[in-house]
């Protein structure tokens, strides 16, 4: 049928910047100490080196919520027909909220389709790449998901560390 609208691909919500089509759809509030809590915009905003600029000295994924198309084999958490990280967020984490959060990604989002409500009432507490992570983060967030100490955002045309 020519009239029908082309199916929106899955999304991750928890991709890195550099994905094809990664948009912003959230930016963290609050600090480590007190707990940081995602702050959803109403409308995903399409990454650009501006916006990637912004974060700095931050990697982008400290403070902001990127959604991008699922990988899915390309991505380790994926394994086959499953998000992992989505199943360990709804089983490991507890709730942060009662009710869904507003998120304008919710209709596409791999997690919300995989483990429905119980992924939103804990999403607002992930942070994709935390550099100071406790034992209950590093294990919710898998094998190769820390990012290193180190790590500073290097917008392009900043010379390598």
Known sequence: MANEAPEKPILCPSAQPDVPDAKVFGVMTG?????????????PQPVTPEILAASAPAAPTE?????APC???GCGHFDGSNCRLATRIATMLDPVVRSLPRCAIRPTCRWFRQEGPDAC???P??????????ELQRDVA?????L????LYKGPGDPPA
């Open 31 to 43: 600090n480590q100490e007190a707990g940081l809590r995602v702050g959803y915009l109403n409308e």
């Open 63 to 67: 403070v902001m919520r990127i959604a």
């Open 71 to 73: 990988m899915g084999h």
């Open 121 to 123: 009432f804990r999403c």
């Open 125 to 134: 507490q992930v942070v994709t790449d935390l550099r100071a992570a406790n």
């Open 142 to 146: 898998g094998e190769h998901s820390q």
């Open 148 to 151: 290193p100490e180190t790590a």
